[in-house]
């Protein structure tokens, strides 16, 4: 089916209320595949998972910080007294803008957070579903497409993850680099740079993932750049790639201080350890294949990317309609491939060179991700088979058939209801942080140890839910500094003398002491010691002043 008239128009204004239909669409399908999260936003979580905690703190971080001090976005509260600590994880710009206005205006991180992680599916579902109907003008195939690359054995499986959750922008980039390569256009350029910047803002892996994938569409369509319109092509690409790392650099260059001072590469053999297995490609994570019929629990080991029996078909379908003749097909299909052999990391011998010659894949550990952008690509080439069936039957029965597939391709990923944990709030004692004067630096006991720092995210979402965020000494991130490490080893001994004058070189103001988390006899020590003077209490949680003698 070709694609619509016109093609210049932006994708949503082609048909408006058919658009904003298929919005709502699969703003319902998110709440039904993470139900019943939508149930009780401000209470269900995965709070269980350290990494879903740090993820609402930092876009409670990030929106605090835009709107009092932008300048020094990366210079986050945790692991005082070090600077752009924000960098040791992703900074989820483009979530945390999403959730902004709500967050300003007094709701939860826990609440927010989610709000935006049923927006993340409903929106990349919406976004592949428009380039799905532009290029093959039916919306049934275009939901159909919208709803494999939105909901998978991946995306399904990996909440705590909010950054790979966010893929809205990628099949707008992948629309906007193929009407450049049909149409070498300024506009075109600015639309390829514009939504790879937004893209690349949700978070660094998709940023390098995606960056490869588009690479590996363009060399698949060699036809649209070599010959005559070779410069014109290049130099309109070249201007793209410019104007993104121009963008971009703001956000990369607190990455590049980091590795520089932390170390933020990873290894090879160390990637090798978090790349795929081909077993993960029959991993199916929906109830009908791990529940049900059980076949896929053998292969799952944390990892799923089975694309599901109908999509795989519909990709298949896809493919032998078009063939590689289609450009939009044959850079698909190129994607796939690409994506599907750098999962493997290490293990497919280009990874390794391209690990030497491309300095943003020195810093991926998790190669399997990868995998993502080959489910990505079989769900929009399952929308050029949807498309092919529709027109080989009658109208009604077209529409018809291609509905019941598009229903059989949600029912293979559902896995709701999913497990959640309940939020019951920040205990009332963290209110004291609202007291604490704007010099006030904080530490939490326990001081976990690097085998546990993740158990610092609680103390870290009070400072998040109480809008203070006073620098602390503790911390949780993908990487900690070596400073942290010296933390563990001057505080192992608290409370004793050589640990309270260490506080006090910190320049710690007041000391946050979880009493049933403590070691027999530690609380009821540090009466003993007149630089800590009790606060507040709960009962459990006690609140100490400290001050030199």
Same mark, same amino acid.
């Given at each position: 089916m070709p694609p619509i008239a016109d093609d210049r128009a932006p994708l949503w204004r082609s048909n408006r209320r058919a658009a904003l239909w298929t919005f709502l669409l699969f703003v319902v399908l998110a709440v039904v595949h993470l139900w019943p999260l939508a149930s009780a936003p401000g209470t269900l979580s995965r709070n269980d998972n350290g990494d879903f905690v740090l993820h609402e703190w930092i876009m409670a971080w990030v929106a605090h910080a835009v709107a009092t001090n932008p300048l020094h976005l990366f210079d986050a509260n945790i692991f005082y007294p070090e600077?752009?600590?924000?960098?040791?994880?992703?900074?989820?710009?483009?979530?945390?803008?999403?959730?902004?206005?709500?967050?300003?205006?007094g709701a939860s991180p826990v609440l927010v957070h989610n709000l935006v992680l049923i927006a993340g599916f409903a929106l990349t579902g919406w976004t592949a579903s428009l380039v799905m109907h532009r290029w093959t003008g039916s919306w049934v195939a275009a939901v159909g497409s919208g709803s494999l690359v939105a909901f998978n054995a991946f995306s399904l499986t990996r909440l705590p993850q909010i950054q790979d959750l966010h893929v809205e922008f990628f099949p707008l980039a992948l629309y906007a680099l193929d009407r450049l390569l049909t149409e070498p256009r300024l506009r075109h350029a600015?639309? !390829?740079?514009?939504?790879?910047v937004l893209h690349s803002l949700t978070g660094t892996y998709v940023m390098v993932f995606s960056s490869l994938s588009l690479a590996g569409a363009a060399l698949a369509r060699p036809d649209d750049w070599l010959g005559p319109r070779f410069r014109q092509v290049v130099g309109y690409v070249g201007l793209a790639a410019v104007i993104a790392v121009v963008l971009l650099a703001p956000f990369l260059l607190p990455y590049y201080r980091a590795s520089a001072e932390v170390g933020l590469g990873r290894s090879l053999a160390e990637t090798q350890r978090y790349s795929a297995e081909l077993t993960d490609y029959f991993a199916a994570a929906g109830r009908i294949h791990f529940?049900?019929?059980?076949?896929?629990?053998? &292969?799952?080991?944390?990892?799923?990317?089975?694309p599901g029996f109908v999509g795989l078909a519909l990709a298949l379908v896809g493919?032998?309609?078009?063939?590689?003749?289609?450009r939009r097909a044959r850079m698909l299909l190129a994607i =796939?491939?690409? =994506?599907?052999?750098?999962?493997?990391?290490?293990?497919?011998?280009? #990874?390794?060179? !391209? #690990?030497?010659? #491309?300095?943003?894949?020195?810093?991926?550990?998790?190669?399997?991700r990868f995998g993502q952008f080959m489910l990505i690509a079989v769900g929009l080439l399952a929308g050029f088979g949807l498309a092919a069936i529709q027109r080989r039957l009658s109208?009604?029965?077209?529409?018809?058939? =291609?509905?019941?597939?598009?229903v059989a391709v949600n029912a293979e990923a559902l896995r709701s209801p999913l497990r959640y944990t309940?939020?019951?709030?920040?205990?009332?004692? &963290?209110?004291?942080?609202?007291? !604490?004067?704007?010099?006030a630096v904080i530490v939490y006991f326990p001081f976990f140890d690097s085998a546990r720092f993740h158990m610092n995210t609680p103390f870290m979402l009070a400072t998040a839910t109480t809008r203070t965020f006073h620098p602390m000494l503790n911390g949780y991130s993908g990487f900690k500094p070596a400073? #942290?490490?010296?933390?563990?080893?001057?505080l192992s001994t608290f409370p004793d003398q050589p640990s309270i004058d260490y506080l006090l070189d910190q320049g710690v103001t007041h000391v946050y002491v979880d009493a049933r988390s403590m070691r027999p006899g530690q609380v009821d020590a540090i009466a003993s010691f007149p630089e800590l003077h009790l606060w507040q209490t709960d009962g459990n949680m006690r609140v100490y002043l400290l001050t030199s003698r």
């Open positions: 600077r752009g600590t924000l960098s040791y994880s992703d900074h989820l710009f483009v979530q945390s803008m999403l959730g902004a206005p709500l967050l300003w205006a600015l639309s !390829l740079a514009g939504w790879f529940d049900i019929l059980q076949w896929s629990r053998s &292969y799952f080991q944390g990892d799923a990317l089975f493919i032998a309609s078009h063939g590689l003749r289609d =796939a491939v690409v =994506a599907f052999a750098l999962s493997f990391g290490p293990a497919f011998p280009p #990874y390794r060179i !391209l #690990y030497r010659i #491309y300095p943003l894949l020195t810093g991926i550990r998790g190669a399997v109208a009604p029965a077209g529409v018809a058939v =291609a509905a019941v597939l598009v309940e939020y019951t709030g920040t205990p009332a004692i &963290y209110d004291t942080m609202r007291q !604490l004067g704007p010099k400073s #942290y490490y010296e933390h563990v080893r001057r």
